[in-house]
């Protein structure tokens, strides 16, 4: 069991959205941005994240695959102002579903995301929004950079690091760009926050921040704080997004694709999912109605169990 120091526990306590990166089977990581509320036990050494029934591909990564990371690498419409960079690994269980979970929450659930909606148009249509699968994440390790950019001595609380992780072979279709990845250099460039994930010489993801330099014929270029970044080719995530407070507007470019640890960096994206959401509060409310059903439905088409007993 790790434990950690107050200053560390006030990010915990206080970032609005944190990155939440899972392993795949192909042994390569998937990131996607969730909404921190806070809830944690300290004395067992354990964070509470939770994820809409619609986000049923991300539960059945970490069902397949429990090692898990979370990296707080933002301030942003948060409530503390500390300059650290905190890369959790541990180990994740998935339990639920959990029925109005807001309820349970309280004033926690308002402090990080709109009141809960109520009455027959809007209750009823986000019910299943607010029917939530728990993520409960075993702490291994808590490793502390001294700013949001990863530069300087990292602090580790748990295990020490573990020696870099090997190269791993090139995909059977190659490593290359598989989509227009000039474009997707655009994209997340000009976006606040990107960052890079692969998975560790222990098996649990690794999550830190990267700056998209622009493009050339053999990917997106990145740049990072000096030794960050593993030598040699490996399948890695690449996520980019921005956010309003409580997450009212929205955009995410989610990718999969090969990292080559030059020099110089290079990201080859193979795959990508993208949205933005204005931020309007009338389009949040139908858009994550929309999504909810919309997920419901693809769960179902590939047999996946939302109910918490299959």
């Known amino acids: 069991m790790v434990t950690w120091p107050d200053g560390v526990d006030e990010i915990f306590g206080s970032d609005q959205a944190v990155m939440l990166a899972g392993v795949t089977p192909a042994r390569g990581v998937v990131q996607v941005p969730v909404t921190n509320f806070g809830v944690r036990d300290r004395d067992a050494g354990t964070l509470t994240f939770n994820s809409a029934l619609g986000g049923w591909k991300k539960l059945e990564r970490i069902k397949r695959d429990p090692h898990v990371a979370l990296a707080f690498h933002t301030r942003a419409h948060g409530y503390a102002d500390r300059p650290e960079y905190v890369l959790v690994q541990g180990t994740a269980t998935v339990t639920g579903p959990v029925a109005d979970y807001p309820e349970t929450l309280g004033a926690g659930w308002e402090r990080f995301d709109l009141p809960r909606a109520t009455g027959p148009v809007w209750g009823r249509w986000l019910r299943d929004y607010y029917v939530?699968?728990?993520i409960e994440v075993a702490v291994e390790r808590i490793v502390v950079w001294p700013d949001l950019r990863c530069a300087g001595a990292p602090e580790v609380h748990g295990p020490p690091l573990p020696a870099p992780p090997a190269a791993q072979a090139a995909p059977a279709k190659g490593a290359g760009p598989r989509l227009d990845h000039t474009r997707a250099a655009r994209s997340?460039?000009?976006l606040p926050d990107a960052l890079l994930g692969w998975v560790g010489g222990d098996g649990f993801p690794v999550s830190v921040p990267v700056r998209v330099d622009g493009a050339d014929e053999g990917g997106m270029r990145l740049d990072a704080a000096p030794g960050l970044?593993?030598?040699g080719g490996r399948r890695a995530g690449l996520t980019a997004h921005?956010?309003?407070?409580y997450i009212i507007g929205?955009?995410?470019h989610v990718h999969t694709g090969w990292l080559d640890g030059g020099p110089p960096v290079r990201?080859?994206?193979?795959t990508r999912v993208a949205y933005r959401m204005p931020p309007s509060r009338l389009a949040r409310k139908v858009g994550m109605g929309v999504a909810m059903r919309v997920g419901r439905r693809s769960a179902a088409r590939a047999g996946v169990d939302l109910t918490g007993t299959g």
Do not use: G, K, N, V
């Open 132 to 134: 939530r699968m728990l």
């Open 188 to 190: 997340a460039a000009r």
């Open 229 to 231: 970044l593993p030598e």
């Open 242 to 245: 921005s956010f309003t407070r």
């Open 250 to 252: 929205q955009e995410q």
């Open 267 to 270: 990201y080859a994206p193979h």
